[in-house]
Nanobody
Framework: QVHLVESGGGLVQAGGFLRLSCAVS????????MGWYRQAPGKQRELVAS???????EYAGSVKERFTISRDYADNTVFLQMNSLNPEDTGTYYC?????????WGRGTQVTVSS
């Protein structure tokens, strides 16, 4: 069974930075798109950034120029570098992967940005 485990969340002041990591464990036959979603209290879960197996990336408009998604193909890990954080970035960040032809989600890591 495949699992995604996020790490790197925490409390940071506005203008600060965090780096999230997501490690894939289990028996892997195929990994396609991986990405990060977030959910703020009272809001729907939204895509933050994604990266395809070929390296193409996609970002939400609100995080472009501030966040960078990357992937270590050897270690099956995906990262999200978040710079210039603001309070609107607060939420639970979930790692996502289309792995072994299934949608797999992590349990989430909390990011809180204080003003």
């Amino acid at each position: 069974q495949v699992h995604l485990v996020e790490s790197g969340g925490g409390l940071v002041q506005a203008g600060g930075f965090l780096r999230l990591s997501c490690a894939v464990s289990g028996t892997i036959y195929s990994i396609n798109t991986m990405g990060w979603y977030r959910q703020a209290p009272g809001k729907q879960r939204e895509l933050v950034a994604s990266i395809r197996s070929g390296g193409a990336t996609e970002y939400a408009g609100s995080v472009k120029e501030r966040f960078t998604i990357s992937r270590d193909y050897a270690d099956n890990t995906v990262f999200l570098q978040m710079n210039s954080l603001n309070p609107e970035d607060t939420g639970t960040y979930y790692c996502y992967g289309f792995i072994n032809w299934r949608d797999i989600w992590g349990r989430g890591t909390q990011v809180t940005v204080s003003s």
